[in-house]
């Protein structure tokens, strides 16, 4: 059997509206054609003002979350500031390239509050995109062409965090490996706030 069939599918996505990001992603983790959990945790905060969503492997995740996580509070600690996004980025970024031979299978979609939102999309490589919204996963395809459709730079949160659940719900009816719910992360000013959507 080829590697790929045990690869798990899902559909994350990242949108940045005028005030704040709102993060989400699916809860079916899949071995290829085997369900393996219908309450999968695929969304994570990273710092008080930074959240991330993964499709791939969440263990790998978990595991990169923890590390920046530490790192993170380490360089808070120092400089006695938080930090903002793009450097919770890079840094993910960083330890993404130093495991290359051996990379990390997992896509990240990491959002966060700085001077302004800002979404990144990370590949296992450690590559960083900087954009206005985001979806990976095997559901990405269907998932892109909702949030395409109805983004605009001056949504308000409850416009984004309602695309945001369209695109994973539009994801979820085309693709097999997506489903069983959606995880929420809402990050604006006030922090970061967690929501949890049964289907």
Do not use: H
């Not at 690869?7 to 005030?19: H, I, R």
């Not at 983790?29 to 969503?53: D, M, N």
């Not at 489903?179 to 922090?191: A, C, Q, V, Y």
Request: charged letters at 20%; hydrophobic letters at 40%.
């Amino acid at each position: 059997m080829s590697y790929e069939a045990y690869m798990p599918g899902a559909t994350a996505v990242g949108v940045a509206y005028k005030d704040g990001v709102v993060l989400g992603a699916e809860r079916r983790i899949t071995l290829g054609s085997f369900v393996r959990s219908k309450s999968g945790k695929k969304v994570f905060r990273v710092t008080e003002t930074v959240g991330a969503v993964c499709a791939g492997m969440v263990a790998d995740m978990q595991n990169l979350v923890k590390e920046v996580g530490v790192y993170s509070k380490l360089k808070e600690l120092e400089s006695r500031k938080s930090l903002k996004p793009n450097s919770v980025a890079k840094l993910m970024s960083t330890l993404m390239f130093q495991n290359r031979y051996a990379p990390l299978l997992t896509q990240v979609i990491l959002g966060g509050m700085g001077d302004k939102p800002v979404v990144y999309v990370l590949d296992p490589l450690g590559s960083v995109i900087s954009d206005q919204y985001a979806t990976v996963g095997t559901g990405e395809e269907t998932a892109i062409g909702v949030v395409e459709a109805g983004y605009t730079p001056t949504m308000t949160q409850k416009e984004a965090r309602d695309l945001v659940v369209s695109a994973i719900k539009a994801a979820i009816a085309r693709d097999a490996m997506s489903g069983n719910g959606i995880d929420l992360l809402t990050i604006d000013k006030s922090g970061i706030k967690e929501e949890g959507i049964n289907l």
